[in-house]
């Protein structure tokens, strides 16, 4: 039977846990009420967005212009691709962080040149003991995200790309499918791409660009890209809580199974050793008496 | 009757308007864009400005920053900008502020992003401020 004083101390050290779990746990099912407002104030933008884009990429005409630049010249193997990976700031929050981690990771094994642009602590820490080539001034929180903080993404991004520095951009970041499913989202963000053979096939005419389809691009494209990153970001943050949240309540749980479990052991610790001390007096005093 | 269309109007942070519409007039890249039922199919984008749209017979009013419009075929329209609010809803002493601050910062030596940066938050404090006064 094991010793009291170590269960004791074992169910000591779990109770202290279950405080921080506990903690997070309601700090984080508040925060995510913030979180799903402004996912839910978001959402009819985000969508509507990319199937916006997506409809005037179907009509779009033909046109010399940067964002669109497939830079077909290039080998696969020397394309410079960029990242974009989104994962948060803290840990213990499930296999959040894990699964954005390892579907960037995957990805990665294609190409020899990747350039990666993390945000959130926990990736970065990772990538960097891994010895990845994570840009080092691409300093954003996952917290509360910002239209702001979208902006300086998306410029720092298109800027790459413009200079040749990126070839390909896509993003790694979790979608919230249901309240209870998130899932691992790759997308491609640059070069865009014209969808001639759909187009045709549908039979829809060219749309019009007011003033010239290189100037609406030029100011469509970044409002575009900052659009895209901030529902990103924003998607991202509340399956983040979400996450948190159940694995906290899953901790909170599980912890209160073993302090059970725990509570019984010690129980029938403490009357064994009552029992052999009775049993000790007893005998003793049965000696004496003879 | 004028005839209408449908407008949806959506900003980054909420849904704005959405519904039937008889005209619209924006700010675009290059002057004021009007838009009227069975329009051509069209993609241009919104500078920062006040934008106005006609539904039921009475001009509605709205503060917009830059975005982009599609006017699809089936006589649709859908405005996307980063914010969008209504000239009511303006606090004139705040925009004021960030213009006062915006002025200040860009005498002082910026680098080329910063002053991008800052013009536009300048842009954006004084179109607001218009609208709000214009509309009290």
Known sequence: MANMREIRSRIKSIQDIMKITNAMYLISSSKIKRARKSLAATVPYFEKLQSTINDILLRAPHMHQVYFERREEIEAKDRKKGYIVITADKGLAGAYNHNVIKKAEEEMKKCSNNFLFVVGMVGRQYFLKKGVMVDCEFLYTAQDPTMYRAGCIADTILDLFKKHNLDDVYVVYTKMVTPMKAEVQFQKILPLERRKEERRAAGYLHAKFLPSPEAVMDRLVPNYVKGLIFGILIEAYSCEQNARMTAMEAATRSAKDMLRELGLLYNRARQAAITQSITEVVSGAKKLKK | ?136
């Not at chain 2, 039922?37 to 920053?65: F, I, P, R």
């Not at chain 2, 910026?110 to 002053?115: A, G, P, T, V």
């Open chain 2, 1 to 136: 009757m004028a005839k209408k269309f449908h407008l949806e109007i959506i900003a980054s942070d909420h849904p704005f308007y959405k519904g039937d519409c008889e005209s619209l007039i924006f700010p675009g890249m290059d002057g004021l864009h009007g838009i009227l039922a069975n329009h051509q199919e069209m993609v241009t984008c919104v500078k920062g400005g006040e934008l106005k749209y006609k539904a039921d017979g009475e001009w509605h009013y709205a503060v917009v920053s830059d975005g982009f419009v599609e006017v699809m075929p089936d006589n649709q329209v859908i405005l996307l900008a980063d914010t969008i609010e209504n000239p009511e809803e303006i606090d004139i002493k705040r925009a004021d502020e960030v213009k006062q601050r915006a002025e200040e910062k860009l005498r002082q030596k910026l680098s080329n992003q910063e002053y991008y940066l800052t013009r536009a938050e300048l842009n954006r404090a004084i179109n607001r401020i218009k609208a709000a006064k214009r509309h009290r």
